[in-house]
Structure formats: C-alpha cells, structure tokens
C-alpha cells in the first residue's frame, strides 16, 4: 500500500515540475487579403434554425464566424429583418435595421425592431466587419415565423374533447375506484405490478376505458395559397394529418409540462400539403402524461390538474396570394371517434387494435357520418407557450444484433445497447385478431419480475394480411432486450425487427477520444447514459420512473452541455422547474412535478439556480437570470426560512444526500453516514454565491448586498457546526467514525475551506481516494461531480485517471469490464441501468485532459481557456467542442523522451490563453501548436 501512496505523491510532483518544462510554440500564420476574410454563417434565432412559431418580442439572433485567416474576427455587425424576402434581398429591413454596431458579439442579439406579428414569417442576415473593418458579403437568409402571442390569436379555437365532461369524469373515477381495491392496480406499474396489457385491458371488459380518440375536419381552399401553418397542441400527445399525409417528424409531441401552468404548442408549416379544392385535417390524440392510467408515486394520478380525457386546440391559418386568409379552428364542428389504440400510457405502454383502424380517416372521401360531433373541453388552465425546443423524434434505426427462439415464451433479441425508444415489428401472414406482446427490459430476460420499469410493454392485434408494422405512437421504453410473444408461427428474422432510438433530437456538439480504451469506454456511456434520458425533460432513467429528477439534472446537464447543444431544451426545462414553485417559494423535488418533495430539498431543487448558470458559463445566457430572478430570491427566502436549523443557524434540513454512493451497499448503520444536512448547507453555500454574481451580472445591487450577507452567514455556520478543527476536516452531524469524502470534497471545489487548511485537507482527500480506498472514490453523484472537476484542477489528474480505470468495484473501470452499456444508477446493477447523473466524469475528460475551458470571468467562450493535463500513461487525448462562437479543438500526443505536443484551434472571433507548464500563452483566432520539451 505503500508503493500506491508514493504513486500518488509521484502524480502530484509531476504536474507541479511539469511547469518547469521549456516551451516551443508553433503558430500557423495566414496571409490576409484585402477583402473581407469573415463571413456569418450558422444563423439561429432563439438558439434554432429557422425556427417556427416564436412568441416573443424581443428573440435572440446568433451566428458564427468562418474564416482560415488567423486572427480573425468581428469588429461591427448589421442584422437586417424584413417581413418578405423580397424587401430583404434588396437590403430592406422593414422589421429591424439595426444599422452599423460596433461590437464582437454574435450571441445573444436582441431584435428591436417593430412590433412582431402573430402568425407572419420574418426574413433576416447579417452582415460584419472584420478585423480590418473590412464588410464581409451577407449571410445567406434565414428564416423565423412567429406563434400566437396571446389567446386572442388563437382566433376563438377551442378545447375540444370525445365525452361530455362531467360524463367521463364520473366513468373515470369510478374505474379509478374499483381499481383501488385491486392491488396489481395500486401497485405502480413501473414498481411492483405483473399484469400485462391485455389483462389490464380487459380489467374493465364490459365497459372498457376509451379508446385513443381520432378527430377530423374538412374544409375548402378556394384560392391559390402561399402559407399555410398549423398552431396545435394535443394532450398528453397528438399525431397530426393532412389529406391522409403525417405532419412533421416529431413524436410524442408535446413535450411534457405542468398542464395547469404551462401548455405547449407546435407550429407546423403545412403549405405543400394543402391542396385546391377539398381539405381534411385530422389528429390522433394519446393520453400521454395527462390522464395516466397507472398509479405512481409522485401524484400524477391524483385529482388536481394532471388527470383529463385526451382534448385538441389548434389553429390552421392559411394565407391567399390575393392578401386574403382563412382559419380553420378546433371547435364544435370536428367530427370524432375511437382509434386503433385502444389503451396507452408512458409506463406500461399500448395496444395498437389494428383490427380497428379505418382507412382514409385522415383523407377525402371518407364517409364520417356515424362518426359523433365534439364536445367542448374545460381549458387546462396552463398558459399557451410555442414550443421553442427541438422535438422528440426517432434519431436513429438498425437491427438487433441477436435473436434466439424461446418456444412458447416467445422469441428474444438483444438489441446490443441500453437505449431508449422503441421497436418497429414487421408481421408477415398473421391471422386476423392474432395477439402479439413486446416486453421491454434492461435484464436478459425482459420478462423477468425484476426489471427496473417492471413489464414495459406494446400490444398488438394484427388484422391479418402479407404485412403489417406494430409500432409505438404514445410510449417509449428504456431497454436493451425485448421479447415478442404470439407469433409462434411467424418467425421473425433480425431484418422484421427495426430498433428505434427515441429521445429529444438535440444537436450533439461535443466528442472525446483517447489512448485509453476504458476512458473511451466511460465517456461513451456517460453520452448515451445523457441522450436516453433527453425526452423534453431530462429523465432520471427512462425505463421506470421518467421523472426529471432536479438532483439528476444539477449534476448531469454541466457535461450534458459539453455532448449535446442544450440551450433551447434547457431553456424550457427552466420554466419547467419554476413552474413547480408554490406561493411561498418552495420549489419541487421534480419537474414536472404534482407538489412532490415540495419544500423538503434545496439540494434538488437547487437545480432552479445551477442550470441557468450553466446556460450562463456555455451560451452566455442571461436572460434566465433576469425571468427567474424574483422566483429564485423567494425560494432562497423560503430556505432559509423552513430548511434552515434555528438551533445551529447554517446547517440545512435535507431530504436527499449524495445519491447511490458506496456506502449504500457497504454502510450498516442505516441512513446516509454523516447525515444530509451538511452537504445540502455547502451546496446551498454555492448557490449563494452563484446568485451573489448573478445579481451582479444584472444590476440587482441591493440583492447582491443582501446574498454577499447570506454566503457570509451559511459560511461562518458550516465552519461552525461542520468543521472539526482539531482533525482538519468537514464531519457530519451525525457522528460516523469514517473520513466523509463528500463534504470535504465538496468544500474544497466550492471555495469554503479556510486558506490555511486547504493544502491539508486536500492530501487528506487524496490520502482517503488512495490508501484508506486503494484508489477508489468513495462517493456518489456529488462527490464525483466535485471531486473530477477540483482534483484534476489541482495537480492530481494522474490520481484521477487511476480512479476512473480502476477495475475493482466500486469504480467506472468496474463497469465497463463488466459490460456496461450506459452508465447504472450507482456502482451497481441491481437498479435502473440508464441514469445519467454520475456522468460528470466526463467534465474531467472535456475540461482537464483536452483541457477546454470557458473562461469564468467572460462565459460563452468568446473566450477560451486551454488547460490540458498530460496523463503519463496515456499516449493522447483529444477533443472538440462545437461552442455557440465556433468549434473549439484540442489534442496532445506524447513524443519520445515524456515531451509532448498541444494543438488547439481557436475559432474566428474568438481568443484564447493556452495554459501550460511553466507558461501561459495568448492566442487568436487560427491552428497554433505547442511542443512541451521536459527538462526532467
């Protein structure tokens, strides 16, 4: 054990005599020419391209630069937006000319311009000088359309819905009501029940529940028609049709809110689908998260706002050439009937009746005279909001990797991943009303009583024939496994099975590759581990609970952002949180959430202020700030006020901990050593401090006043209460006989350990990793969350390397020589298997290996920082990061004799300091390579 320790002393040396390392800096130089070498490229309105149905007055505009001219960048921009493309293409900005700017930024532009129309398509470039002040051509045009701004807009559609109100109100409740005294239905159906779908089903047989409702409209385009867009919003989720064509290529639309505070609606242009003539709009709703059919947990069946028969508002506005429109709105005229999908929900899954489809619904021509007339539906009451966000859709399709015959329990394939999404099953010569079961599971054998997300599953009646699809509509799956029952006589060939991956179709922007296979390994599964927990919301794990869990997200979307472009997602998510707030103040355990956990963690909720300061250090978003500032002072107000312990002032009560660590499985005492309240003080000391630069940030001096007072008080109380002077450390307040590597971890990365003690401390953190754990992190998703981001930051990267490939459990080595695809929830798989909130990891590779850094001082990456750190086992490590100004790159390489090679690429109109050993250089925009010469 000896010779470890010296090891890590031996890592600590050489990064501190690293910086007596000679340096040799290449630099590639471009001849400039006389014109402009900028050019704007990659316009996006409100962080999207193109974006339809914007419902603000003031979007944001963003673009970036490209050039190969070393040291580019922006000295003027002018943004031009025009209401057609003619005026635009003639220079014309009749909407907003903000004329001649002198500025370098191109993120985070606010359009002034005239008053936005609802319903209108806008046009706009830009144009920039660069360096020279030199004007580069303009862009190439891009494009937004804006929603409805108020419910005026929406031209007096209405909320329509199959049964009269009070009348499905009373059948609901009182299915509800006898499935009460029913335990396989009171279980939650993710948890504990083993009823598959045709028995839950047929539970109600005389009176079964309604179908997925199919709705229809006809209507007439007289005229020739130049726009034409469709402003809809189905709950819980709505496919959309025109004249028999599907519109869009999202799924499970809309994304999922509180209903009672916020609605969502798509716009959908729909020009190239209207025809002269005749027309026919047609929508299949699902109930989604709105009316769920299982019991859960978390209250979402419960009385109060999330429980409603599936209903449909929309507006189909049509413009003529002639300046003329016409609407076609929801309203009392739609015809309606039931669907195919005879039963749904998001946890247990579907039946798909194809026995019950009717062809043409959607078309001209179709006889809808036994069809009912709508009734009107009660208004959700949440306030309507575009869905600035990108949609769920299917990403990605490919076929099983293996199959195998069970008899009569089915046939098995292994789709070679933990994922998230569905199967798309091709059936050949069925009998007509044969019932086909897909289960779904992370284990082996998806049947098994044990799988996290219990008995996930599609059904399917076929209605016979040479071929037909079975295929979710309104439920996705967390799964690796499925397993077909009911086509004993119908084998299937890995070629029927078509693997769907489902999830929010956000951009990936960020890739990492080492020498080091496991670290490879790690940040694979710590990316998929992210993506499969993207549906609207930032699940825990999409198989069980699909809950977005805000300790999940504290620690998750930091590296989430380093993978995936999240600003417009989380964008949304952040009224999502804000929307589970009281009167009071207090903020949910979840978002969306049914008052769940309210109150009782500020460590989960806490994610209200650590994800728009997030959204600060990667866009350079402020905006987030200045919408939720109120809200976050009365929740920090409501802090202090009920979690705060009177008796020892700066100690908070807390109803979470550092999630899944060791200890969990190792501890015997009960609870979580140590208690919970000094991790949720020290967090909440972050917090503080977090909002104390944010108040700065947008002028609030008299709150930053107020919070420097609070970060003083939750200080001086945590070193009162927490800090044992006598060891030098952070305890718990209850007493536990062991070192706690979380606290003390976590006071080192937030800056809480007093200067005099920080040396100290620090080696005994890394005495407790390296001997006391022989090498081990012993720890859960905030330990590792700190510990990767301050002990690499701290000369022991090496350390830290060791930690991650160590085989032995408790680490991630461990789970990837034991198989893992994803990363579990905890050193373990004996939960869900899919949970993303230990992939912080990952902000170790990204940040101090390659060493991509913004700089915390002008967050946005405008400007860079390069910090890398030369892992001596490793023979390189790379990475890129396509940021909101450009791609950032960096790689190094070990040469012979231990020296080494740094190459970053700044993007035009950025700079950046490259930190290396023994010297920090400045550089511009353009390729510059470094040769790092050991003396050692």
């Not at 709505?238 to 009672?260: A, H, K, M, Q």
């Not at 079975?470 to 397993?483: I, L, M, P, T």
């Not at 060939?493 to 922007?509: A, F, G, I, K, Q």
């Not at 700030?625 to 008796?647: G, P």
Request: aromatic fraction near 14%; glycine fraction near 8%.
């Amino acid at each position: 054990m000896l010779v470890n320790y010296f090891d890590v002393v031996d890592c600590k040396i050489k990064n501190r005599t690293m910086k007596q390392f000679s340096l040799t800096v290449l630099t590639f130089f471009y001849v400039a020419c006389l014109s402009a070498q900028v050019q704007a490229v990659s316009l996006k309105c409100e962080y999207l391209t193109n974006p339809e149905g914007v419902d603000m007055q003031d979007p944001r505009f963003f673009w970036k630069l490209d050039s190969e001219e070393e040291g580019q960048c922006q000295t003027y921009y002018q943004v031009l937006v025009a209401t057609s493309k003619a005026n635009l293409d003639n220079n014309i900005g009749d909407a907003f000319d903000s004329k001649k700017v002198k500025s370098a930024k191109s993120t985070q532009i606010v359009y002034k311009g005239k008053m936005l129309e609802a319903a209108s398509q806008y046009y706009w470039k830009v144009r920039v000088w660069d360096k020279n002040k030199t004007a580069s051509p303009w862009s190439e045009i891009a494009t937004f359309s804006t929603g409805l701004f108020a419910d005026v807009d929406w031209k007096g559609a209405q909320w329509i819905a199959w049964r009269d109100q009070d009348e499905w109100a009373t059948e609901w409740w009182r299915k509800k009501a006898i499935e009460e005294q029913c335990t396989e239905f009171h279980l939650p159906s993710y948890f504990g029940a083993r009823m598959n779908m045709w028995e839950r089903y047929h539970f109600h047989n005389e009176k079964p529940y309604d179908a997925s409702p199919l709705l229809r409209k006809g209507f007439d385009v007289e005229k020739k028609v130049i726009s034409a867009k469709a402003f809809i919003s189905g709950l819980g989720y709505y496919e959309l049709f025109i004249n028999g064509e599907r519109i869009g290529t999202s799924v499970l639309d809309p994304g999922w809110t509180d209903y009672r505070k916020t609605i969502l609606y798509a716009t959908h242009d729909i020009t190239e689908n209207i025809k002269d003539g005749e027309n026919v709009a047609g929508v299949m709703l699902g109930r989604g998260f709105y009316g769920m059919m299982a019991y859960d947990h978390w209250g979402f069946y419960k009385k109060n706002g999330f429980t409603g028969q599936p209903k449909l508002k929309c507006r189909i506005h049509i413009k003529y050439n002639d300046g003329t429109s016409k609407d076609i709105i929801s309203d009392l005229s739609w015809k309606i009937t039931g669907g195919p999908i005879v039963y749904d929900g998001p946890h247990m899954g579907e039946i798909y009746d194809a026995t019950k489809e009717i062809k043409g619904w959607s078309e001209i021509g179709l006889d809808d005279s036994a069809w009912e007339t709508v009734k009107p539906a009660p208004d959700p009451e949440g306030k309507m909001f575009s869905q600035l966000c990108q949609p769920i859709r299917v990403t990605k399709t490919f076929h099983p990797v293996a199959t195998a015959n069970k008899g009569n329990y089915g046939q098995w394939f292994d789709v070679g991943t933990n994922m998230s999404g569905w199967v798309r099953v091709r059936i050949k010569n069925a009998e007509p009303g044969q019932r086909v079961t897909i289960y779904y599971g992370e284990h082996i054998d998806p049947t098994s009583s044990g799988q996290p997300g219990r008995l996930q599953q599609m059904a399917y009646r076929c209605k016979g024939g040479a071929e037909e699809f079975a295929e979710c509509h309104f439920s996705y799956k967390g799964f690796r496994y499925v397993q077909i029952k009911g086509l004993k006589k119908n084998a299937l060939s890995l070629d029927d099975v078509e693997v769907m991956y489902v999830h929010s179709d956000v951009p990936r922007v960020g890739y990492f590759e080492s020498s080091d296979k496991t670290v490879n390994a790690v940040h694979d599964i710590c990316r998929k581990s992210l993506i499969f927990n993207l549906h609207s919301i930032p699940t825990d794990c999409p198989n069980r609970e699909k809950n977005g869990w805000l300790g999940d997200a504290v620690t998750g979307m930091e590296f989430g952002m380093a993978n995936y472009d999240l600003a417009a997602l989380m964008t949304k998510f952040t009224r999502d949180i804000f929307d589970t707030q009281n009167e009071q103040g207090a903020l949910g355990s979840i978002a969306p959430g049914n008052y769940y956990g309210l109150g009782g963690s500020t460590l989960w909720s806490s994610a209200g202020v650590h994800i728009p300061w997030y959204m600060y250090n990667y866009y350079g978003d402020t905006r987030l700030f200045e919408l939720y500032w109120d809200k976050m002072m009365l929740w920090v107000d409501f802090s202090w006020e009920h979690n705060n312990i009177a008796e020892k002032d700066g100690m908070f009560t807390e109803r979470f901990n550092d999630w899944v660590t060791p200890y969990d499985k190792t501890y015997k005492g009960g609870g979580k050593p140590g208690g919970n309240e000094v991790i949720a003080s020290m967090n909440f000391y972050l917090v503080l401090k977090r909002l104390e630069k944010m108040a700065g940030i947008i002028g609030k001096s008299e709150d930053q006043k107020r919070l420097k007072k609070q970060v003083e008080r939750i200080y001086a109380g945590i070193q009162k209460w927490a800090f044992d002077e006598e060891k030098i450390e952070y305890v718990g307040l209850k007493p536990f006989d062991e070192f706690l590597p979380v606290v003390n971890i976590l006071a080192l990365n937030y800056g809480i350990v007093p200067e005099k003690y920080r040396a100290q401390l620090e080696m005994k953190v890394v005495d407790n990793i390296a001997i006391s754990k022989d090498f081990h992190l012993w720890g859960g998703v905030f330990t590792v969350h700190s510990a990767y981001e301050y002990l690499p930051n701290h000369g022991y990267a090496d350390l830290m390397h060791k930690v991650v490939v160590n085989e032995d459990w408790p680490s991630f080595g461990w789970l990837i020589k034991e198989g893992a695809t994803t990363l579990p929830e905890g050193y373990e798989f004996e939960s869900s298997d899919i949970h993303h909130f230990m992939g912080a990891v990952d902000n170790f590779f990204y940040r101090h290996m390659a060493g991509i850094n913004s700089d915390s001082n002008a967050p946005g990456f405008q400007n860079i920082v390069f910090k890398p750190n030369f892992i001596k086992t490793m023979d390189f490590a790379k990475a890129s990061y396509n940021s909101i100004y450009g791609e950032v790159k960096a790689q190094w390489t070990k040469l012979e004799n231990d020296n080494y090679e740094y190459k970053v690429v700044v993007p035009a109109n950025c700079e950046a300091q490259v930190v290396l050993p023994g010297k920090t250089e400045k550089v511009k925009a353009g390729t510059h390579t470094f040769v790092i010469n050991s003396l050692l």
